[in-house]
Nanobody, 127 residues
Framework: QVQLVESGGGSVQTGGSLRLSCAASGYLYNRNCMGWFRQAPEKEREGVAAIYTDGGSTYYADSVKGRFTISQDNAKNTVYLQMNSLKPEDTAMYYC????????????????????WGQGTQVTVSS
């Protein structure tokens, strides 16, 4: 049974930083595409960043390039999202997701193409 558990959300002021973690279990971690998504109230879920665990290729939404960094710790089966220079518009529920193994990791981070999802962690940025 696949499990993705997010942690690290919270409330910060504009310009602050947070690091989200996503621990994967019951899953073939190697050669997986892991992604971070977010959904603000009354908005569609959008892709933020993705990483291919076999090789470490990374992809980012334009809105977070230069501010967010996705990384992995293969020994812990964990993916991280370091978020710096946070803005109020970054406020959302953040979700970790994974694609089935060997399906590759497209640069277009589309929620519908990810099969496994965590429960989410809230990030709130105040001005």
């Amino acid at each position: 049974q696949v499990q993705l558990v997010e942690s690290g959300g919270g409330s910060v002021q504009t310009g602050g930083s947070l690091r989200l973690s996503c621990a994967a279990s019951g899953y073939l971690y190697n050669r997986n595409c892991m992604g971070w998504f977010r959904q603000a109230p009354e908005k569609e879920r959008e892709g933020v960043a993705a990483i291919y665990t076999d090789g470490g290729s990374t992809y980012y939404a334009d809105s977070v390039k230069g501010r967010f960094t996705i990384s992995q710790d293969n020994a812990k089966n964990t993916v991280y999202l370091q978020m710096n220079s946070l803005k109020p518009e970054d406020t959302a529920m953040y979700y970790c997701a994974a694609r089935s193994p060997w399906r590759g990791c497209p640069s277009n981070i589309t929620p519908a193409t990810y099969e496994y999802w965590g429960q989410g962690t809230q990030v709130t940025v105040s001005s």
